[in-house]
């Protein structure tokens, strides 16, 4: 089956450090790409997403490249900020019988002091 | 982007009461949407799929009487906890998406305790 695999948390960070957030999948066929954030107290949130090999998804500084070949989505931002503390999923959704079936990461806590 | 809007946002009720959980589409025609159960340490568990107009598929060790799932409308899906009890607290986030797309649009999630 598909499956989603991130790295495990709390990542602490100091504000202007930078981020790398691994992920990597398990598809059959060619999934669509997905990072999502989930700030306390909410749902999620579409950060970035890729389609195909080697698009580049990027949003509010934070990017990630659909890499085939390792079958990865790593998460990379170059400076986080205090505001950037939340939980990052990354996910995939392949068409099954016609549905696209959204597959998550059990997602990542970054925590960004000042 | 498109918008999902859950509610209610919290919810306390008592042991063996029902509660419903509402999940609306405003901007798009939500022909898919997703019910997912958010445990401790932040794991998304998904619950079931459901497709406007026939019933949902439960995921696996999904007790489809203790979750019912309607999703009557385009706009609208339901999920009623029946028979709520203490273990049944947790936080409940929905999603939709619009025909064949990839992405998902989220509600904002539903804080549910039972005491």
């Known amino acids: 089956g598909n499956s989603v695999t991130q790295m495990e948390g709390p990542v602490t960070l100091s504000e202007e450090a930078f981020l790398t957030i691994n992920c990597t999948y398990t598809a059959t066929g060619y999934p669509s790409l997905f990072w999502y954030v989930q700030y306390p107290g909410e749902g999620l949130q579409l950060l970035l997403k890729?389609?195909?090999?080697?698009d580049k998804g990027s949003n509010k500084g934070f990017e990630a490249t659909y890499r085939k070949e390792t079958t990865s989505f790593h998460l990379e931002k170059g400076s986080v900020q205090v505001s950037d503390s939340a939980v990052y999923f990354c996910a995939l959704s392949l068409a099954s019988g016609g549905s696209y079936i959204p597959t998550f990461g059990r997602g990542t806590s970054l925590i960004v002091h000042p | 982007g498109a918008v999902v809007s859950q509610h209610p946002s919290r919810v306390i009720c008592k042991s063996g009461t029902s509660v419903k959980i509402e999940c609306r589409s405003l901007?798009?025609?939500?022909?898919?949407m997703f019910w997912y159960r958010q445990f401790p340490k932040q794991s998304l568990m998904l619950m079931a799929t459901s497709n406007e107009g026939s019933k949902a598929t439960y995921e696996q060790g999904v007790e489809k009487d203790k979750f019912l799932i309607n999703h009557a409308s385009l706009t609208l899906s339901t999920l009623t906890v029946t028979s709520a009890h203490p273990e049944d607290s947790s936080f409940y986030i929905c999603?939709?998406?619009?025909?064949?797309?990839?992405?998902?649009?989220f509600g904002e999630g539903s804080r549910l305790t039972v005491l």
């Open positions: 890729a389609t195909k090999a080697d």
């Open positions: 901007d798009f025609q939500a022909t898919t």
């Open positions: 999603s939709a998406r619009e025909g064949q797309d990839v992405e998902l649009f």
